[in-house]
């Protein structure tokens, strides 16, 4: 056993450098050493999954970022804003089939002040308190702080005192280099930095994600893992970490070749060994679909994300992977897990063993 390979199995923390290695490793060896650390990290045979709702409530986006085929310049989808008795309808049809989490999501939209925001979260909370908020982005609430001319903090603080309960904490890639090609007009990796630590120093959780194949170096896939880890390190509110990848049909980048599965389970296999601190991996079954996300089961995810009922981001570039619970509850049971129903926090709803 090399040097390396003793100290994964070891539980011990890889530094950048060493974990740049890990892109050259025999990828059947990289996935056994991520399911070990799947199992440091949590131990158990459990694998989760949320029934949820996405919402994106407006694609009117300022950003206008390249590789986003969902904005209203980008020409596939119409410009749109739901009205709260759309979202209303929405959320009212999830919580019917049994889901416990909505997400809203939309575009960084000039007609948006904090207190639409604000009314859309009181809204939903008003007539369904039950219902989990694991809503906006950083982005959404470094745009709506500069809007209002509040800071990100006060925002924050209203969306919370409104009902917002967690953040998806959506970063792309947090590289200035890329991110000043592919997204000039959105936060900063600072920015984004900031906003996270402002999310969990008012108490609210946060997942953080990473969108690769934009064109960054492998180096800098890693310093996209660094700047999480390190976040992690001084919060210790991130609850989960979701690679997806890039899909360049319908962008402004449909030049760019679309990352691979081997490309996927890599990352998959090395966010999981370098991420020593984040206990949840979500296999990113809408970008790479159900039977790939099944494989990243056993190469470092533990977590299904959500049975969406309605997507429109992704669904935006061509890709239209859907399931249902039946199929995510066959999906893990075949990959040799426990499948169950969990909460925003990841506690068990209902066990499927
Ligand atoms: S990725 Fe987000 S911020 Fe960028 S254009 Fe699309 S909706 Fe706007």
């Given at each position: 056993?090399?040097?390396?390979?003793?100290?994964?199995?070891?539980?011990?923390?890889?530094?950048?450098?060493?974990?740049?290695?890990?892109?050259?490793?025999?990828?059947?060896?990289?996935?056994?050493?991520?399911?070990?650390?799947?199992?440091?990290?949590?131990?158990?045979?459990?694998?989760?999954?949320?029934?949820?709702r996405i919402i994106n409530f407006t694609n009117v986006c300022?950003?206008?970022?390249?590789?986003?085929?969902?904005?209203a310049?980008?020409?596939?989808i119409e410009p749109y804003e739901l009205t709260n008795e759309v979202i209303l309808s929405k959320v009212a049809e999830l919580?019917?089939?049994?889901?416990?989490?909505v997400m809203l999501q939309g575009g960084?939209n000039p007609r948006y002040a904090l207190d639409d925001l604000t009314a859309m979260v009181r809204a939903i909370k008003d007539r369904f308190?039950?219902v989990?908020l694991?809503s906006f982005?950083?982005?959404e609430?470094?745009?709506?702080?500069?809007?209002?001319?509040?800071?990100?903090?006060?925002?924050?603080?209203?969306?919370?005192?409104a009902?917002?309960?967690?953040?998806?904490?959506?970063?792309?890639?947090?590289?200035?280099?890329?991110?000043?090609?592919?997204?000039?007009?959105?936060?900063?990796?600072?920015?984004?930095?900031?906003?996270?630590?402002?999310?969990?120093?008012?108490?609210?959780?946060?997942?953080?994600?990473?969108?690769?194949?934009?064109?960054?170096?492998?180096?800098?896939?890693?310093?996209?893992?660094?700047?999480?880890?390190?976040?992690?390190?001084?919060?210790?509110?991130?609850?989960?970490?979701?690679?997806?990848?890039?899909?360049?049909?319908?962008?402004?980048?449909?030049?760019?070749?679309?990352?691979?599965?081997?490309?996927?389970?890599?990352?998959?296999?090395?966010?999981?060994?370098?991420?020593?601190?984040?206990?949840?991996?979500?296999?990113?079954?809408?970008?790479?679909?159900?039977?790939?996300?099944?494989?990243?089961?056993?190469?470092?995810?533990?977590?299904?994300?959500?049975?969406?009922?309605e997507?429109v981001?992704?669904?935006?570039?061509?890709?239209?992977?859907?399931?249902?619970?039946?199929?995510?509850?066959?999906?893990?049971?075949?990959?040799?897990?426990?499948?169950?129903?969990?909460?925003?926090?990841?506690?068990?709803?209902?066990?499927?063993?």
């Amino acid at each position: 056993m090399n040097e390396l390979n003793e100290k994964i199995y070891a539980g011990k923390r890889l530094s950048a450098e060493e974990a740049l290695n890990l892109f050259d490793w025999d990828i059947l060896e990289l996935g056994r050493a991520a399911d070990f650390r799947t199992r440091l990290a949590v131990p158990g045979a459990e694998v989760g999954f949320i029934i949820d709702r996405i919402i994106n409530f407006t694609n009117v986006c300022e950003a206008e970022c390249s590789f986003c085929a969902f904005h209203a310049r980008a020409g596939q989808i119409e410009p749109y804003e739901l009205t709260n008795e759309v979202i209303l309808s929405k959320v009212a049809e999830l919580v019917e089939s049994g889901g416990t989490q909505v997400m809203l999501q939309g575009g960084l939209n000039p007609r948006y002040a904090l207190d639409d925001l604000t009314a859309m979260v009181r809204a939903i909370k008003d007539r369904f308190p039950g219902v989990t908020l694991h809503s906006f982005s950083p982005a959404e609430l470094v745009y709506a702080a500069r809007r209002s001319g509040f800071s990100v903090a006060h925002v924050i603080e209203v969306l919370k005192e409104a009902g917002l309960d967690s953040v998806p904490g959506a970063s792309d890639i947090l590289v200035e280099r890329v991110r000043k090609l592919v997204s000039p007009r959105k936060i900063s990796v600072g920015e984004w930095v900031e906003t996270m630590e402002s999310l969990h120093r008012c108490g609210l959780k946060s997942s953080a994600t990473m969108t690769y194949g934009l064109g960054e170096t492998r180096a800098e896939r890693i310093a996209h893992l660094s700047v999480i880890r390190g976040l992690q390190d001084r919060t210790g509110m991130i609850r989960a970490f979701i690679p997806w990848s890039f899909s360049p049909a319908q962008t402004r980048m449909e030049n760019v070749a679309a990352a691979t599965g081997m490309d996927y389970l890599r990352i998959v296999a090395i966010a999981r060994i370098f991420l020593d601190n984040v206990r949840y991996l979500q296999a990113g079954w809408l970008t790479e679909g159900m039977k790939m996300a099944q494989l990243a089961l056993t190469m470092g995810a533990n977590d299904m994300g959500g049975v969406l009922t309605e997507e429109v981001v992704v669904g935006a570039t061509g890709l239209k992977n859907k399931t249902s619970m039946d199929e995510m509850i066959d999906i893990i049971r075949d990959a040799g897990r426990i499948p169950i129903q969990r909460d925003s926090d990841y506690r068990q709803i209902r066990s499927f063993a």
